[in-house]
């Protein structure tokens, strides 16, 4: 706590980004790398229109590849699903200069609805929330809890269930949500 707290201070930077991580060659005690960035959030109109979104086309992998619940920095899975998906599209730029921005969505091995590229992802239906369950492979996020959270302490329904591509397409409303973009429509 005390050398995120200091390298937050030194770095001046008042509305942060902060990524851990820990590096380990399996001696010594380690090293701990605090990355320190200037939020600057997404633009106006992401939050206003949405993002479009398109189904993955290599699938999460599965449980026993890597545990969801770790939370690693490595994307190399999602960058690699989105030049394998979106590659020559028209407008498959993922920060969406001058064009909508896209978001991928990761279906798991049993080709259920699992999660975002670095999102998890939500529904509503019938005045009711929905969100993959843990058990399809995917990180427990930090902003979904608080998500899941406000829901329940405001007496909506939510559940955490199976979900399959054709239900995401007839939702009323789909959001993502994650520590960088909070929720985005």
Same mark, same amino acid.
């Given at each position: ?14 509305? *942060? ?12 005690? !380690?090293r701990l790398v605090?990355? @320190? &960035? ?6 106006? $109109?992401?939050?206003? +229109?949405?993002?479009? %979104?398109?189904? *993955? ?5 599965? =449980?026993? *590849?890597?545990?969801?619940?770790? +939370? ?10 989105? =030049? ?11 920060? !969406? &200069?001058?064009?909508?921005? &896209? ?24 005045? $009711? @929330? =929905?969100?993959p369950s843990t058990?399809?492979? @995917?990180?427990?996020?930090?902003? $979904?809890?608080v998500v899941i959270? %406000? ?6 329904? =939510? $559940?955490?269930?199976?979900?399959? &591509?054709?239900?995401?397409?007839? *939702? ?14």
């Open positions: 706590k005390e050398w995120v707290e200091a390298s937050l201070h030194q770095s001046g930077t008042p509305e *942060a980004l902060l990524r851990l991580s820990i590096h380990w060659d399996g001696s010594g005690p !380690g605090i990355i @320190i &960035r200037e939020f600057q959030g997404h633009p106006a $109109r992401w939050y206003e +229109k949405g993002v479009a %979104l398109a189904t *993955a086309v290599p699938r999460r992998w599965t =449980l026993r *590849a890597q545990d969801p619940q770790i +939370k690693a920095s490595q994307f190399m899975g999602g960058v690699l699903a989105y =030049l394998d998906t979106m590659a020559g599209s028209e407008g498959s730029d993922p920060f !969406g &200069r001058g064009q909508t921005p &896209r978001e991928l969505v990761f279906l798991n091995q049993n080709g259920l609805v699992a999660e975002g590229t670095t999102s998890n992802i939500f529904m509503v239906k019938e005045k $009711r @929330i =929905l969100t058990s399809s492979g @995917i990180l427990k996020g930090v902003t $979904r809890d959270g %406000l829901a329940v302490q405001r007496g909506l329904e =939510l $559940r955490e269930t199976h979900l399959t &591509r054709h239900e995401f397409y007839n *939702a009323e409303e789909c959001f993502l949500t994650n520590t960088s973009s909070e929720i985005l429509p």
